[in-house]
């Protein structure tokens, strides 16, 4: 059996991962080739992710970098098809909701090609939201859905989606997550520029990336002066996404500690240390919940609902972001996260068994 694995942003690296090492136990049966679309391409968006990952280099890189939607769904499309043809796979496995799995899985479809989407069900029901379309669209056309929580199944028998095509494996990111921790350095090992050593003192992690709060600079300006209170109390440490550092302009940031994004290990540490945690990040919000961190994140919803009721997870606004830091602070807002069935580190085990059980070839 031949499977194609295509690949192109951060998070999708981290979703990988532990499927390609689950299915290479079955390598006398199974040939994988690892498609990269070069969506991200940064070191410390891409590269430094297969290092810290163990992820062999792709066998094939796309190169199509940044670009509108448009642009970047096409040259995803037109490349995916190259290798397709070149391959001749069984099957296309996909990650995740970025622009690079949606290109890959509608190409997949349209060449009759049987198609895996991995993080199947995920609904935020907002719109406006890029990653909503693509998810949509990929459950849609996909033969064989992973899903990471139950909540995510539900999503798609309600869609009509037949249930012998749904399959609850669980979360694939804690996998990664549960594979890399023991791997993650010590505190004092990362170089955080303007800090000393980060031992022994209490620090806010913080992420942003999501259109919706960094497009807009009138938007972006209020969730960061949102959190000077907070930087006065403890660094805040900014591993900054290039889309937000694109977007930055003259808004005053003296207050936040910057960095370039940080590879997976190191933000491992930093993230399972914090204090307190600040995001729009999807996987943020499932890694803080099985970490117990207490985790605040800067949207109206989420497509991971079950970090709200079972996890540490908290939506917030520019507005209520102070009062719920200060709660959060002074434990008087928080309840311990509750174990999720299926995110114990063997989600891609059950992947790979029923991709090798040949089942969704009738
Ligand atoms: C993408 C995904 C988003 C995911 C995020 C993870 C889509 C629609 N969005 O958003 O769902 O949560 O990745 O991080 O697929 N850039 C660089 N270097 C890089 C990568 C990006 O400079 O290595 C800059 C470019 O200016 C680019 C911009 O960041 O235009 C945005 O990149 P893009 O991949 O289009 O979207 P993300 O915001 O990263
Ligand atoms: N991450 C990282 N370094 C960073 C920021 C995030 O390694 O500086 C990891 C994080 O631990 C998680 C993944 O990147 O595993 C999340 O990716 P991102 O927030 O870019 O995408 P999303 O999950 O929102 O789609």
């Not at 991995?118 to 859905?145: A, K």
């Not at 899903?147 to 539900?154: C, L, N, Q, R, V």
Request: net charge neutral; aromatic share 6%.
């Amino acid at each position: 059996m031949k499977v194609i694995h295509v690949v192109g942003a951060r998070p999708n690296f981290v979703k990988i991962a532990p499927v390609i090492t689950a299915l290479n136990k079955f390598k006398n049966d199974l040939n994988q080739i690892l498609v990269h679309t070069g969506q991200h391409y940064d070191q410390n968006m891409s590269g430094i992710f297969f290092k810290d990952l163990s992820i062999n280099q792709a066998n094939d890189y796309l190169g199509i970098g940044a670009g509108t939607h448009a642009e970047q769904t096409s040259a995803v499309m037109v490349g995916c098809e190259q290798m397709f043809k070149k391959y001749n796979p069984d099957l296309v496995v996909v990650v995740g909701d970025v622009n690079s799995t949606l290109a890959a899985a509608v190409t997949a479809a349209k060449m009759g090609i049987k198609l895996a989407h991995v993080e199947s069900g995920l609904r935020s029901y907002d719109r406006s939201m890029p990653e909503e379309h693509n998810r949509v669209v990929t459950d849609h056309l996909s033969d064989i859905l992973f899903t990471p929580s139950e909540d995510a199944s539900i999503n798609l028998d309600r869609e009509g989606i037949a249930k012998h095509r749904v399959h609850f494996v669980g979360n694939v990111m804690i996998d990664s997550l549960m594979n890399e921790l023991p791997n993650r350095p010590e505190l004092n090992e990362i170089e955080i520029p303007g800090l000393k050593s980060l031992k022994n003192e209490s620090y806010a992690l913080l992420t942003l990336h999501r259109p919706s709060n960094v497009d807009n600079p009138g938007v972006i300006y209020e969730i960061l002066r949102a959190l000077k209170p907070l930087s006065d109390e403890m660094p805040v440490i900014f591993p900054i996404h290039p889309r937000t550092r694109n977007r930055l302009g003259n808004i005053d940031t003296k207050y936040l500690t910057i960095c370039e994004p940080l590879g997976y290990r190191e933000f491992l540490s930093l993230e399972s240390q914090a204090r307190l945690v600040l995001t729009d990040s999807g996987g943020i919000q499932e890694e803080t919940t099985f970490l117990g961190v207490p985790c605040i994140t800067i949207r109206e919803n989420t497509e991971r609902p079950i970090t709200l009721t079972h996890g540490t997870n908290i939506l917030a606004n520019p507005k209520n972001l102070p009062g719920i830091i200060r709660d959060i602070l002074s434990n008087s807002h928080y309840d311990k996260p509750t174990k999720i069935k299926y995110w114990d580190g063997k989600a891609a085990k059950r992947i790979a068994d029923i991709i090798v059980s040949r089942e969704w070839m009738n």
